[in-house]
Every structure is written in structure tokens, then in C-alpha cells.
């Protein structure tokens, strides 16, 4: 069974203090590991997808990278905008490749 | 708006009442994906739908809970005789990718149900 675990799952910054998120995924074989942006009330929003080991995306303060067993999003000078969930998601080879959802790590970021 | 489009976005029903959601997927995507998340909980997966077909429903439960995917009109996730337990928020989903490809999903807002 896909399984997907987020840590830390709440993290308090200070505006301007980076730090990392991480995702550790289990799956017989990955096709893809997504990561989203979730603000309160509603829905997820489309982040980054990354496809094999050592794979890097970026996007304004946030950059996602991929090893085997894990992928970090790195959030550099972090602003209070940048507060919300983040979730990882991985598709598996096998099967109907039904993305599997991490909990989510609840970022806040204070002024 | 060409995103995803839910309704209702709230939904209030009492214990043994029928609640159903619609979802019209985001123009030209033909792959419709239901979640449900509670509280401090991730998205969990209930049915995953083509146009008319129902391509893997592993998550949904098998009594009460009803998905359907027409040839015209949007998907409709369909829950009879509600209870407490199925309080929730229901997000649907869209992609455009053939089954088997990677590909990212496109995300309605949700429809909120609470159950009183």
C-alpha cells in the first residue's frame, strides 16, 4: 500500500526564516510526486510535480527536490503569504495511479 | 471560470437525508477524481471516473455512496441516508491525462457537508 507521511505536520516561522518541509513516500514504483498548496476553505492548488531521483523545481521562494525515499520543498525568506497547508501526493506505477495524499504540514508565517 | 466548479459549496442535511454534489470538471478534461478530507486529515481518495464509466471506486464505501460520471453533465457524488460520520469537506478533482499517465490534478473549492 502507497503510503505518504509529511512532517513536521505544523511549523511557526518568522517572516524571512527558511526552513524545509519534508515528505517521506513509500510506493512500488513512482510516476510522479505532486505538491500542492492548500489555503483555508479551499481547495488544493498545484505546486510542482517532480518525476526521478534527484529532480529540483522552483517557483518564486519555493523549490522541491526528490531523492528515492523523500522530497523536501524548501521555503527561502519565507513571507506571511506564503501560510498554508502544503501537501504531497505521489502516483504509483501500478494500478489506476491514484495520487495518494499526504496529512500536510500547516505552515504559518509570522510579520 | 474555467476551473473546476462545485456545488454546493455548503450543504446542510439532518441524519437520513440525501445529499448530492456536483462537479463539472475543467474544460476538456474527461477524468473526474472525488476526496474527501476531515478535519486534521489528508485528502483520501473515494472514486475515480471517466465519462460514463467508473474506473476504480476502492475508496468509496460501498453502501449509501453512489458516483456517476454522464456523458453530458457533471459528475455527481451522491450520499443517501446521511450521517453524523460523513460530516465533511468533498473536493472533486480534474485532469486531463489518459489513465497511467503522471500528471497533476485541478481542484474545485469543495462542497462543505455537515450532517445535523
Known amino acids: 500500500e502507497d503510503q505518504v507521511t509529511q512532517s513536521p505536520e505544523a511549523l511557526r516561522l518568522q517572516e524571512g526564516e527558511s526552513s524545509s518541509l519534508n515528505c517521506s513516500y513509500t510506493?512500488?514504483?513512482?510516476?510522479?510526486l505532486f505538491w500542492y498548496r492548500q489555503d483555508p476553505g479551499k481547495g488544493p492548488e498545484f505546486l510542482f510535480t517532480l518525476y526521478s531521483a534527484g529532480e529540483e523545481k522552483e517557483k518564486e521562494r519555493l523549490k522541491a527536490t526528490l531523492t528515492k525515499k523523500e522530497s523536501f520543498l524548501h521555503i527561502t525568506a519565507p513571507k506571511p503569504e506564503d501560510s498554508a497547508t502544503y501537501l504531497c501526493a505521489v502516483q504509483a506505477s501500478g494500478g489506476s495511479y491514484i495520487p495518494t495524499f499526504g496529512r500536510g504540514t500547516s505552515l504559518i508565517v509570522h510579520p | 471560470n474555467a476551473g473546476v466548479m462545485q456545488n454546493p459549496r455548503h450543504l446542510v442535511r439532518r441524519r437520513g437525508q440525501e445529499a448530492r454534489l456536483r462537479c463539472s470538471p475543467m474544460?476538456?478534461?474527461?477524468?473526474v477524481y472525488w476526496y474527501r478530507q476531515l478535519p486534521e486529515e489528508g485528502l483520501k481518495f473515494m472514486v475515480y471516473l471517466q465519462k460514463e464509466n467508473i474506473i476504480d471506486e476502492s475508496g468509496m464505501p460501498k453502501e449509501r455512496f453512489s458516483a456517476e460520471f454522464p456523458k453530458e453533465g457533471p459528475s455527481i457524488l451522491r450520499i443517501q441516508q446521511v450521517v453524523r460520520g460523513d460530516s465533511a469537506a468533498y473536493f472533486c478533482a480534474s485532469s486531463p491525462k489518459a489513465t497511467g499517465t503522471p500528471g497533476e490534478l485541478f481542484f474545485g473549492e469543495g462542497s462543505r457537508l455537515t450532517v445535523l
Open positions: 510506493v512500488s514504483g513512482l510516476r510522479g
Open positions: 474544460k476538456g478534461h474527461s477524468h
